[in-house]
């Protein structure tokens, strides 16, 4: 439906913005730290998601970055999540604090976002955590699988090895080398 809008704040709300996009204005809710970097009449560009909900009134949501979308999306489907929760997740904390948070397992963290406690940040962690795990090995490099695999390696031996481990910033040689210790180490 609507995927992206780009034009002038026009006003703003305490969650949400008053975007003119040629001669309309559509509200968009917005994350709270995005609403306060911008200012009236700027322009801006925002991914959009579009809200339908059951009962209630249908609702636009925007976002910096594809990411911040997608991150949306997948939150809105865990159960007792709605759209409210999602957003204010996003308003408190990046992208990369969220998904590091949900990978370590962190429910100290998430629990100190307002409108999320224990049990719901438990319940976000264990329905995301295989998600972004599986998003990281969809993101290993295919030269780091052809290698190990060349030297015996199963590529699900490979991937219990990958649970866990941070590639960004390495080379292949140094992924390599993290990967063997841990693979010639203890079995999973």
Do not use: W
């Amino acid at each position: 439906m609507v995927d992206f809008l780009k034009g002038k704040v026009f006003k703003k709300y305490g969650n949400a913005l008053s975007l003119l996009c040629g001669f309309i204005g559509f509200k968009v809710f917005v994350p709270v730290s995005f609403l306060n970097e911008v200012n009236e009449g700027e322009e801006v560009e925002l991914f959009t998601e579009l809200i339908l909900p059951p009962e209630g009134t249908p609702a636009l949501y925007g976002f910096r970055s594809e990411e911040e979308r997608k991150l949306f999306r997948e939150l809105v489907k865990v159960p007792k999540v709605g759209s409210k929760v999602a957003l204010s997740i996003l308003s408190h904390m990046e992208p990369g604090e969220f998904k590091r948070a949900v990978s370590e397992g962190d429910v100290e963290s998430l629990s100190r976002v307002p409108g999320l406690g224990k049990k719901l940040s438990e319940r976000i962690v264990s329905e995301l955590r295989p998600k972004l795990e599986e998003e990281k090995i969809k993101q290993v490099p295919a030269e780091l699988y052809e290698v190990l695999t060349s030297l015996g390696y199963k590529k699900s031996e490979i991937n219990r090895a990958l649970k866990g481990i941070n590639l960004d910033g390495l080379s292949i040689n140094e992924a390599v080398k993290l990967l063997l210790k841990r693979l010639s180490g203890s079995r999973f």
